[in-house]
């Protein structure tokens, strides 16, 4: 059994060759496909789902410190150990690497700006809450944030604007619905285009991928603090 003798690179290069070979031709399922007990399933699952992790810290890490566009899968491969045959039994190219390493974020800000939308705070607080929400992921989620905005792959890149691009346009309709709502309410100010001042408030937050260094830079809740008093100024009646 080839789950049985194989471990390691052996195993991920073993199975990766096989499936190079013959992922466009039908397979017939056999005895010889079948992992033989539940204990024996369970640990080839967890080896590689281990190994899958590896491969997107590599990749995520990669990705931040030389860009996308100047990483190959045999830089990712090298850095994990394996060959670049081995990274087709995880993922199918460099393209899902990348959208699994910043769609959970993406998924994240979304939902909480939601949630945020939904609640009974005032549009005030609501800004608050969600300039935090935006911010606050340079201080847990550096390196996913710092890929997030590189613009290279989102214009060139097909298949990565069919899957985020509809998670960012929620995102930023849920931004405008709540300075709508603060427009209605008479407590921002009703001439402010919301879109245009959804994109300002955006800008200023990410540009701090720009500048911000983790360890050296403003603490990130300070930051929070500062910019929403810049941002709720700037959004206020009167």
């Known amino acids: ?48 789902e281990n190994r899958r992790q590896e491969i997107l810290l590599v990749a995520r890490d990669l990705f931040h410190r030389q860009g996308y566009a100047n990483t190959s899968l045999d830089d990712i491969a090298r850095a994990v150990g394996i060959k670049r045959e081995g990274l087709y039994y995880y993922f199918p190219n460099r393209t899902q690497i990348l ?12 939902d909480r700006a939601r949630e945020i939308l939904e609640s009974d705070d005032t549009p005030e607080e609501k800004i608050r809450r969600t300039v935090e929400n935006q911010l606050m992921r340079f201080e847990n989620r550096f390196a996913e944030s710092k890929i997030t905005l590189r613009d290279d792959y989102f214009t060139e890149n097909e ?32 001439t402010l285009d919301p879109r245009l001042a ?39 009646a009167g």
Request: charged content about 25%.
């Open 198 to 236: 959804h994109l300002g408030i955006l800008g200023l937050c990410n540009w701090v991928a720009r500048w911000y260094v983790p360890g050296e830079s403003t603490p990130v809740p300070d930051l929070i603090e500062m910019y929403n008093r810049m941002v709720l100024r700037s959004l206020r």
């Open 1 to 48: 059994m080839v789950g049985k003798w194989l471990v390691g690179d052996r195993y991920d290069n073993a199975v990766a060759i096989l499936y190079a070979n013959v992922k466009d031709t039908p397979v017939k399922v056999t005895a010889l496909t079948k992992v033989p007990t539940t204990k024996t399933r369970t640990a080839v699952e967890e080896r590689r």
């Open 159 to 190: 298949v990565v604007l069919a899957e985020m691009g509809p998670i960012w346009n929620e995102y930023e309709d849920l931004w405008i619905a709540i300075i709508e709502e603060g427009q209605r309410k008479g407590v921002f100010d009703a």
């Open 99 to 110: 959208i699994t390493i910043i769609k959970p974020m993406g998924l994240q800000l979304r």
